[in-house]
């Protein structure tokens, strides 16, 4: 018998479809579109324009980036180097957040696209804090990838944020879930929803009240996906609990495969199918996100077989395209 374990991930720049065909599948409900990164090629990404943006060209919820400042203040922005994106220079936990709010987060948007900002006009790094406020009522995605935060010191931040909303938005726990590529983040936030529970059961509230939702980790992710596609085992939970899964609908791999006299090593390219799908939902509560959507094709897969949202670069792009599929 066979185990997967995905090693070395690798950007695939052509993809293939899986034999079994989900074109027979009766038509679903359209995904939800989410904007990655606040939508990355219509406007500077992670920040309040590109936000405003996304929700004014029809997207339903939004994906953001999150790292931690200086003074532990979870802030939006994604590479490791502020000079990737922006005029500064350093890593964003070099700076406050008051003083990444003064960073250009335009200047390579701008470069990129010859745009010539108005004469004062300014848009900064804003906090995740700020975010919320601004947008009282939006589904957020909350994606970690602070290279150098110390997963307590995150997980605690964002709890402090997430369980007290302000009057005039809706609840922040409610609306909105946290995804990493690092297992040690989501782990940190595990440990504080149990010491939460603990807490609510002493005093008589809910037990799973001011809970932080997570995504289950990618790795445990794609190597149920591996596992499915490649040696058609289906070993997920069927106690129909919450559960949140995110990864690209198509991704190429190397797969280690595990016999008893030694392994064995090959390229593979992951993609969902139907199999895979039926067996995800097995879970009558599971709930699917396709990374990279980002062409009419993939966005009509993602539909057919039934996700439940698809991230995309462009709303203004996709504003079209679900329209044209409707």
């Not at 879930?177 to 989501?186: A, C, F, G, K, M």
């Not at 797969?255 to 039926?278: C, F, H, M, P, Q």
Request: charged residues 25%; positive net charge.
């Amino acid at each position: 018998m066979r185990n997967y374990i995905m090693a070395t991930l690798l950007l695939s720049a052509s993809f293939v479809t899986n034999a079994n065909s989900a074109s027979s599948m009766a038509p679903q409900q359209a995904p939800q579109i989410i904007a990655h990164r606040g939508g990355t090629a219509d406007a500077p990404e992670n920040t309040i324009p590109a936000i405003k943006k996304a929700l004014a060209n029809g997207a339903d919820a939004i994906w953001i980036t999150l790292q931690l400042s200086k003074d532990n203040i979870p802030v939006l922005y994604r590479p490791v180097y502020l000079n990737e994106l922006t005029d500064k220079s350093g890593k964003v936990s070099d700076y406050t957040a008051q003083q990444l709010a003064q960073v250009d987060a335009s200047f390579n948007y701008n470069k990129k696209h010859n745009i010539q900002p108005k004469s004062g006009s300014h848009i900064g790094i804003p906090t995740l804090d700020e975010v919320l406020k601004t947008f009282p009522t939006t589904t957020f995605y909350l994606d970690i990838k602070s290279p150098d935060a110390d997963p307590e010191k995150f997980a605690k931040a964002l709890q402090t944020i997430l369980k007290t909303t302000p009057k005039g938005e809706d609840n922040r726990l409610a609306r909105t879930r946290v995804y990493s590529t690092e297992d040690r983040y989501l782990d940190a936030l595990g440990v504080l929803n149990k010491k939460q529970k603990k807490q609510n059961v002493l005093n008589g509230k809910n037990e799973a009240a001011d809970e932080i939702q997570r995504f289950e980790s990618r790795a445990f992710t794609r190597t149920q996906l591996a596992n499915i596609t490649m040696d058609h085992k289906c070993n997920l939970p069927t106690d129909n609990e919450e559960r949140w899964y995110g990864l690209e609908l198509h991704r190429k791999v190397e797969v280690v495969e595990k016999y008893t006299s030694g392994e064995g090593r090959s390229n593979a390219i992951l993609s969902w199918d139907k199999e895979a799908v039926d067996c995800f939902r097995k879970n009558a509560n599971a709930h699917i996100i396709f990374f990279g959507i980002n062409t009419p094709e993939d966005y009509q897969k993602a539909k057919e077989l039934g996700a439940n949202g698809v991230m995309v670069d462009s709303p203004a792009m996709f504003k079209k395209i679900v329209h044209g599929n409707k």
